[in-house]
């Protein structure tokens, strides 16, 4: 719903034409909110009414697992906002059918995933396709202006980083009575993961995508640990509420990675990056980089920057009108196995190289789905599912 506000908000002479999902109580209650929302013209500052923009016929309205093939040919762009797991078989069809894409992170769940993703990102290329995914940092200017200076090593060469993404959790939607295990599952979507691939994929991507990017370039290995104090219920699914986890890089420099559901606990969404010359820290819309002497180098609020939810989006229709191309679908991809290699990493209690876990064949979606599939996982009797086990659980 954000996602289709602000690409209507973008100023370029958008509509809504179709929408799709899996459940059309779903997309009814999408309609509505979109239906009813005002917006802020970004160029104007002008509150706006949404309806003018949107022109959705009954007959262009779709559910269930196969709603995507009949929206994506009626679209010019298609935003692909569903749960990660799907995103791979949909951003396939958008490209396959010439449709530029504004996909949300992570791209996949899994590393057959991932490289699905990277075979369609080609195919984007060479159709001059527009790929646009919600790693919104690379459109946030007070990020993008204190990596740049990084990359020109104002603080040297970095040795040492640290990402976080510790929070009190999310949502959690509980069993209802008369759902079968797939649709329990699929509205439950965050605690599977062959729907969500854990927190760490589905939110600390952020920050390890920044690791990557400040880094220029993916982790060779990871071995880290976690597990399941707080969130340990039967409607937590399989999925742990903290990882930690050591990423080494070529150099050698070391990214160390926390990232925790826990209510009550320290809340911390940030970077920090240690170089030869000094360091960075990040916390929220600000930046401080010092020196090693304790000078500062350059710090800047940008609480009053443009919002980088909304400028992704008129740089993808900008770049479509200009006929540029943004190419976002590779390092979308590689950022989100950075987040599967650590969930590999904390899952099994071992060290895990790169190359073996892209070469990974463990594939957690099932192809073909219906809703009289058996779901992918299944509780025991009680209800409990099997949850990973250092030193026990396969994940390549």
């Not at 779903?26 to 160029?43: G, H, V």
């Not at 899994?110 to 396709?129: C, F, I, Q, S």
Request: proline share 5%; charged share 25%.
């Amino acid at each position: 719903t954000g996602a289709i506000v602000q690409a209507l908000s973008s100023g370029q002479n958008v509509k809504l034409g179709a929408m799709a999902d899996a459940f059309r109580d779903n997309l009814d209650r999408c309609y509505r909110k979109i239906y009813s929302a005002e917006f802020q013209d970004w160029s104007t500052d002008e509150v706006k009414d949404m309806r003018p923009l949107i022109d959705v016929p009954e007959e262009h309205k779709f559910d269930g697992f196969d709603g995507y093939k009949k929206v994506i040919p009626l679209c010019d762009v298609v935003v692909i906002a569903t749960p990660p797991g799907f995103r791979p078989i949909h951003f396939e069809e958008a490209v396959k059918q010439g449709k530029h894409v504004f996909m949300e992170k992570p791209v996949a769940v899994d590393a057959p995933g991932v490289r699905r993703v990277l075979a369609a990102a080609e195919e984007a290329k060479k159709k001059k396709l527009n790929v646009v995914v919600g790693l919104q940092r690379h459109y946030q200017k007070i990020y993008t202006e204190w990596v740049e200076r990084l990359h020109n090593g104002v603080i040297g060469d970095i040795t040492h980083a640290r990402v976080y993404w510790n929070s009190a959790g999310v949502w959690v939607r509980e069993r209802q009575p008369g759902q079968t295990e797939m649709e329990y599952q699929m509205r439950n979507w965050y605690y599977f993961n062959w729907l969500c691939g854990d927190h760490i994929t589905e939110q600390h991507i952020h920050n390890l995508d920044v690791g990557n990017w400040v880094k220029q370039g993916t982790p060779v290995r990871a071995s880290g640990m976690g597990g399941r104090q707080v969130r340990n219920g039967k409607d937590h699914g399989e999925i742990f509420d903290h990882h930690f986890v050591e990423y080494t890089y070529p150099s050698g420099a070391v990214v160390a990675s926390q990232c925790r559901h826990q209510p009550d606990t320290m809340r911390r969404v940030s970077e920090f990056f240690q170089g030869t010359k000094g360091t960075v820290s990040t916390a929220g819309d600000s930046v401080e980089m010092k020196g090693w002497d304790g000078s500062t180098i350059f710090e800047r609020r940008g609480k009053d920057d443009p919002n980088p939810y909304q400028v992704e989006h008129i740089k993808l229709f900008e770049s479509i009108r200009n006929g540029v191309v943004i190419s976002n679908a590779e390092n979308g991809a590689k950022s989100t196995m950075t987040a599967i290699l650590g969930r590999m990493a904390t899952y099994s209690g071992k060290v895990v190289k790169w190359d073996e876990a892209m070469q990974s064949n463990l594939a957690l979606v099932p192809d073909n789905l219906t809703w009289d599939s058996p779901a992918p996982v299944t509780p025991n009797a009680e209800g409990w599912y099997d949850i990973p086990t250092p030193g026990k659980s396969i994940v390549l």
